[in-house]
């Protein structure tokens, strides 16, 4: 009825059970396998073209060919060297970076496939919607997503921490302390395991917000040709309204091709954040000046992410 | 927190009825059962949990290892490059450090050598000088003495000529014979007046 081709605009956000009649998938699961497929081809292909070569061929051995191997290894180098490793420190980021970079990759090919309109392609092709969308839109894949960086935060905390470091970083590191301080741990207790769930939610909820946003204001937009049409525009009036539309829907487009890789970072990064957050302090005493500025950042930045 | 959570829920179930029944009418055209999301919604998350399992577990085995190796081995290629480089400079300037003190050396050395052979030539000039100068000087006064004694010869024999010859002269004007004695004196009185008179 709004767009052109697709049935709804939103059909970017929402997600629709048994797609062509298939039972137990929606449009974002069969979505979900599809760029995963894709994604994992293009990365073992990445990987290839990026590891050294044979000694046969002298230094052209170390060169990565092709640009999107290319593009993952420049990437993979500069969250390592300019965000992760200030903010976990090297032991941590040779711990963690396989599976920070598997979830900025993840997201960022989940979050570009939904800039692509294959429902509507499939709509033009007189097919039923078997797959399209972006799965990111979905509460359910961000919390997903989000659960299993809750357990990677916690477990790196108790693996660090152990039992009582936890417990005490729980306290906010008021105990052991004086006993008039126990009404106040307790309220900070309080917080802080609220904290420790509240932080992955929030790294749920704020993908998927932008995503539903991003792409539902590129719905709307989209739409404005066919509701004139609706009311009864003119002819003129329909053309003008859509290419109003249509020049705004192309800003918004590269808007959101820079909110997929926004979002993508932000997610990953925030769980690195989380991670340094539950590492042990004094180790961050002990280390340089110019590392305990990092660390006071890292806080910052999840401060500002809040 | 939690009410912002469920609004959002809330949103999602809206949005996903909302547009479900203009879904619902576009599979039914299709002929196909496309359905609205109610309960389901767990079903992409469940999806999500899986194939990110299967990414990472994927990625974690053939791609990370590969490109974390890709970047060190390159990584310590640019450093032991950048090493070699620099101890090359080093090496390079050391060469060039000795070169030029061999230089300065060698250029130190054949100044030294130039003066000391100038100074031995001028040696060997002077001596060749000196010695000559002396065979000169030795040469004249041998000639000097050559030529004073033939000199004397000369006149000695010129005296005795003379005397013979006046004595002869002599004993005609005066006719009369003399004797060897006479003659032998007279000779030596000549020669005795002639030898004073070369010293005078």
Excluded: C
């Amino acid at each position: 009825m709004f767009s052109l081709a697709s049935s709804s605009p939103t059909d970017h956000v929402v997600d629709l059970l048994n797609p062509g009649g298939i039972p137990l998938l929606t449009t974002h699961t069969i979505t979900l396998i599809v760029v995963t497929a894709v994604f994992l081809a293009a990365m073992i292909y990445a990987a290839r073209r990026i590891a050294t070569g044979p000694e046969s061929e002298g230094n052209e051995r170390y060169i990565t060919r092709g640009r999107f191997p290319q593009m993952v290894e420049a990437i993979s180098i500069y969250l390592r060297d300019e965000m992760l490793t200030p903010v976990l420190g090297e032991k941590a980021t040779r711990q963690y970076l396989p599976y920070l970079l598997t979830l900025f990759f993840f997201i960022l090919f989940i979050n570009v496939f939904g800039l692509v309109p294959l429902a509507d392609i499939q709509h033009l092709l007189g097919l039923p919607t078997y797959f399209g969308g972006t799965p990111t839109a979905s509460i359910t894949v961000t919390g997903a997503l989000a659960i299993i960086s809750f357990f990677v935060i916690q477990i790196h905390g108790f693996r660090e921490l152990g039992w009582k470091g936890f417990l005490q970083h729980l306290t906010g590191g008021l105990m052991p302390g004086p006993i008039a301080l126990l009404p106040i741990v307790v309220i900070v207790f309080v917080v802080e395991v609220a904290g420790l769930f509240i932080k992955p939610a929030a790294l749920a909820i704020r993908l998927f917000a932008n995503m539903v946003a991003g792409h539902t204001l590129m719905a709307v937009l989209i739409g404005f040709g066919a509701m004139v049409a609706k009311q009864g525009g003119g002819t003129g009036s329909i053309v003008g309204i859509s290419l109003l539309s249509g020049v705004a829907a192309i800003a918004i487009t590269f808007l959101e091709l820079f909110v997929a890789f926004l979002q993508a970072f932000i997610f990953m990064f925030l769980t690195a954040v989380f991670i340094s957050l539950m590492s042990h302090h004094d180790e961050h005493e002990h280390e340089a000046e110019g590392h305990e500025h990092e660390s006071h950042s890292a806080k910052g930045a999840a401060q500002h992410a809040h | 927190m939690l009410k912002l959570i469920l609004a959002v829920f809330a949103f999602q179930d809206h949005a996903t009825g909302g547009v479900g029944e203009t879904a619902e009418h576009g599979a039914a055209a299709h002929g196909t059962h496309a359905q609205v999301l109610d309960t389901a919604n767990w079903l992409p998350g469940v999806t999500a949990l899986i194939v990110f399992a299967i990414a990472f577990a994927v990625l974690g085995i053939f791609v990370w290892p590969k490109i974390a190796k890709a970047l060190d081995e390159r990584e310590n290629k640019i450093r032991r490059e950048i090493e070699a480089a620099e101890l090359a400079q080093e090496q390079a300037k050391a060469a060039l450090a000795d070169y030029q003190r061999s230089l300065a050396n060698a250029r130190d050395e054949a100044n030294k050598m130039i003066a000391q052979a100038k100074s031995d030539a001028k040696a060997v000039a002077e001596e060749l000088r000196s010695r000559n100068q002396a065979e000169l000087i030795e040469m004249k006064q041998r000639a000097t003495r050559e030529i004073e004694s033939a000199k004397r010869a000369a006149i000695s024999e010129i005296h005795q000529e003379a005397t013979g010859l006046a004595v002869s002269i002599a004993g005609k004007i005066l006719e009369r014979e003399i004797t060897p004695k006479d003659q032998k004196r007279l000779i030596d009185d000549s020669l005795h007046e002639m030898a004073e008179a070369g010293k005078e």
